[in-house]
C-alpha cells in the first residue's frame, strides 16, 4: 500500500522569507500524481500545487514551486517570501491511477512577523 | 464557484446517539468521501461511493455507515456514537476516473464532540 510520510509536524518561518516543507511516499506505481493541499483555520482545504508524475519539470504556481525527485520519491514543496496568510496546514498526497487519494499527516507552518 | 457544502460545523452528541453528517456537492460529481482527520494522523478515508447506491468501505469504516441515495449528497452515520469518535470530519467530492487526478474539492469541516 502507498504510504505518505511528512517528517516535520511544525515549522515556523519569518514573513517575507523561504520555507521548504518534505514529504516522502513509497510506491511501486510508475504514473500517479502529487499534491500539496493547505488547511488555514477556516478549516477548507485549498489545492496548492499538483504534479504529474511523468513530467520531469518540477511544477510551479505563484510563490509555490516543488522539487519532485521521483526516484529518491521525494516531494518537497518551496514558499517563497512567505505572508502571513501562508500559515495553515500542509498537506501532501498521493494519487495512483484507480486510486484514492492517500494524505501525509501534515506539517503545521507558522510565519512569524 | 463550486462548492462541497456540510450542514454542520460543529456538532456535540451523547454516547450511543445516531449521528448523521451530511454533505452536498454542487458540482456533478460522480465521487464523494467521508474523511476522518485526527492530529499527527492526517486525512484517513472513512467511505466513498462513485455513484448513486454505490458505497465502499475506506481504511477506517469500523462504526460508521454511509448512504447516497442522490448524486449530490453523502451522508456520513454513526450508528451507536462513541467518545473515540471525536473528530474532525471532511468530505470532499471528485470527478470519475482519471479525473480525479485533479484533486479532490473539500468541504469546511464538521468537528464533533462525543461526551
Not at chain 2, 32 to 50: A, N, V
Not at chain 2, 87 to 102: E, H, P, R, V
Request: proline fraction near 3%; charge should be neutral; include cysteine.
Amino acid at each position: 500500500a502507498q504510504t505518505v510520510t511528512q517528517s516535520q509536524p511544525e515549522m515556523s518561518v519569518q514573513e517575507a522569507e523561504t520555507v521548504t516543507l518534505s514529504c516522502t511516499y513509497d510506491t511501486s506505481e510508475s504514473d500517479y500524481y502529487l499534491f500539496w493541499y493547505k488547511q488555514p483555520p477556516s478549516r477548507q482545504m485549498i489545492l496548492v500545487i499538483r504534479q504529474e508524475a511523468y513530467k520531469q519539470q518540477n511544477a510551479t504556481e505563484n510563490r509555490f514551486s516543488v522539487n519532485f525527485q521521483k526516484a529518491a520519491k521525494s516531494f518537497s514543496l518551496k514558499i517563497s517570501d512567505s505572508q502571513l496568510g501562508d500559515a495553515a496546514m500542509y498537506f501532501c498526497a498521493y494519487i495512483g491511477y484507480g486510486q484514492n487519494f492517500v494524505f501525509g499527516p501534515g506539517t503545521r507552518l507558522s510565519v512569524l512577523p | 464557484d463550486v462548492k462541497v457544502t456540510q450542514s454542520s460545523r460543529y456538532l456535540v452528541k451523547r454516547t450511543g446517539e445516531k449521528v448523521f453528517l451530511e454533505c452536498v456537492q454542487d458540482m456533478d460529481h460522480e465521487n464523494m468521501f467521508w474523511y476522518r482527520q485526527d492530529p499527527g494522523l492526517g486525512l484517513r478515508l472513512i467511505y466513498f461511493s462513485y455513484d448513486v447506491k454505490m458505497k465502499e468501505k475506506g481504511d477506517i469504516p469500523e462504526g460508521y455507515s454511509v448512504s447516497r441515495e442522490k448524486k449530490e449528497r453523502f451522508s456520513l452515520i454513526l450508528e451507536s456514537a462513541s467518545t473515540n469518535q471525536t473528530s474532525m470530519y471532511l468530505c470532499a467530492s471528485s470527478l470519475f476516473g482519471q479525473d480525479a487526478n485533479y484533486g479532490y474539492t473539500f468541504g469546511s469541516g464538521t468537528r464533533l464532540t462525543v461526551v
